[in-house]
C-alpha cells in the first residue's frame, strides 16, 4: 500500500488544529496501519512456504499423518509454524481496525485519551462526517470481520482455536491448513481455509483504509480552513 495524498500536509493541517502531540501520535497510528497490512502479508507466504514444505517431508511421516493421524517429526513441526503464523496474522489483520480507530478519534477530535474500538467511532461522528460512517460500515458489516473479531478474541483469551494441516500423499490434492471450527458467546464459527480467508479479508480491508485516509484529509482541510476564515 502507498499513501497517495499529501501525507505532510496532513500531518502539518492536524498540528494546526490540534497540536504537535497529536500529530506526532496521528502519524504513529498511521505507521502502525501500514505495518500491519506488511505483517499480514509476511505472514500469509510463510504459511504457504510452509505448506510447500509439507508436500517434501519424508514419505513415512506422511503417510503416518494421512493415515492414522499421527503427526510428528517436521510435519509436527510445520504445523506448529502454520499455527503461529497464522494466529499472528489474524491478530495483526485485527489491529488494523483499533489504529484506525484511534486514528480517526485523533484526525477528527485530536482525542488523545482514546480508549475504544472501531465500532465505537460512530459516536463521535458529527453530521457532516457521514462519508467517514457509511465507509466503517462497510469495513465492519461483513461475514469475514465478524468471524476475525471472534477468531482474534478467541485465540487471545482462551488459545483453543487450532490449525489444521491437511497432509497429502498426491501432488494433485495440496497440503492445506485450515482454521477449525470453534464456539465464542453462544455462536459457532465454521472451519475456513487459512490462505484464502487470509487473502480475502486482507484485500477487502486494504481497499477501505485509502478511502477513509482520504475522506479525513478532506475533513482536517475544511477544519483548517474553517478555523483559519
Keep these: 500500500m502507498e499513501i497517495t495524498w499529501n501525507n505532510a500536509a496532513f500531518r502539518s493541517n492536524i498540528e494546526f488544529l490540534f497540536g504537535a502531540k497529536v500529530r506526532i501520535q496521528l502519524g504513529l497510528c498511521l505507521e502502525s496501519v501500514l505495518s500491519r497490512f506488511q505483517h499480514v502479508a509476511f505472514h500469509i507466504d510463510q504459511i504457504t512456504q510452509l505448506l510447500a514444505e509439507a508436500e517434501t517431508c519424508n514419505s ?6 494421512v493415515l492414522y493421524g499421527e503427526i510428528s517429526g517436521r510435519p509436527a513441526e510445520i504445523r506448529s509454524n502454520a499455527e503461529a503464523h497464522a494466529i499472528a496474522a489474524v491478530q495483526a489483520l485485527h489491529a488494523i481496525s483499533d489504529s484506525l480507530g484511534t486514528l480517526i478519534a485523533l ?11 472501531l465500532r465505537d467511532v460512530p459516536t463521535i461522528l458529527n453530521d457532516d462526517e457521514l462519508e467517514v460512517r457509511r465507509l466503517l460500515t462497510l469495513l465492519q458489516d461483513n461475514d469475514d470481520y465478524r468471524y476475525l473479531d471472534a477468531l482474534t478474541n478467541q485465540s487471545k483469551h482462551k488459545h483453543v482455536v487450532e490449525v489444521f494441516i491437511v497432509f497429502s500423499l498426491t501432488p494433485l490434492s495440496p497440503s492445506e491448513s485450515r482454521f477449525t471450527p470453534f464456539e465464542r458467546k453462544g455462536i459457532t464459527y465454521p472451519e475456513k481455509k487459512i490462505i484464502p480467508f487470509l487473502n480475502a479479508e486482507y484485500a477487502r480491508q486494504a481497499k477501505f483504509v485509502m478511502p477513509i485516509m482520504l475522506e479525513l484529509d478532506r475533513l482536517v482541510s475544511s477544519g483548517c480552513s474553517d478555523a483559519a476564515s
Excluded: F, T
Aim: no cysteine; glycine share 12%; proline share 0%.
Design 107 to 117: 484526525a477528527l477530535r485530536g482525542d488523545l485519551g482514546w480508549k475504544k474500538y
Design 60 to 65: 513415512v511421516d506422511i503417510i503416518k499423518a
